[in-house]
């Protein structure tokens, strides 16, 4: 059974950094285009970083400059660092996993970790 686990959330003052981990298992890591996604209190599920199979990342422009995504094929790990964090970016940040185009599979999504950012 394919499962992604993310780690690496918690409590963060303005500015501060945290780094994201997404864990897959049982999944053919180099086959499947990654994302994290957010979720604030009140709000809808919102994109904020993908990264393609072959490595090639895109930002909502709210974190642009800010967020890196990346992933170690090695690992099967998908990273996303956080840096001069902003009380706007709390939220329950999900990993989601889904098959490159015209690859049939399944799309999976992680149980979440809460990023907090507050003085």
């Known amino acids: 059974q394919v499962q992604l686990v993310e780690s690496g959330g918690g409590l963060v003052q303005p500015g501060g950094s945290l780094r994201l981990s997404c864990a897959a298992s049982?999944?053919?890591?180099?086959?499947?285009?990654m994302a994290w996604y957010r979720q604030a209190p009140g709000k809808q599920r919102e994109l904020v970083a993908s990264i393609t199979a072959s490595g090639s990342a895109n930002y909502v422009d709210s974190v642009k400059g800010r967020f890196t995504n990346s992933r170690d094929y090695a690992e099967n790990t998908m990273y996303l660092q956080m840096n001069s964090l902003k009380p706007e970016d709390t939220a329950i940040y999900y990993c989601?996993?889904?098959?490159?185009?015209?690859?049939?599979?399944?799309?999976?999504w992680g149980q979440g970790t809460q990023v907090t950012v507050s003085s």
């Open positions: 989601h996993a889904g098959p490159i185009p015209g690859l049939s599979g399944h799309d999976y």
């Open positions: 049982r999944l053919i890591f180099s086959v499947y285009n």
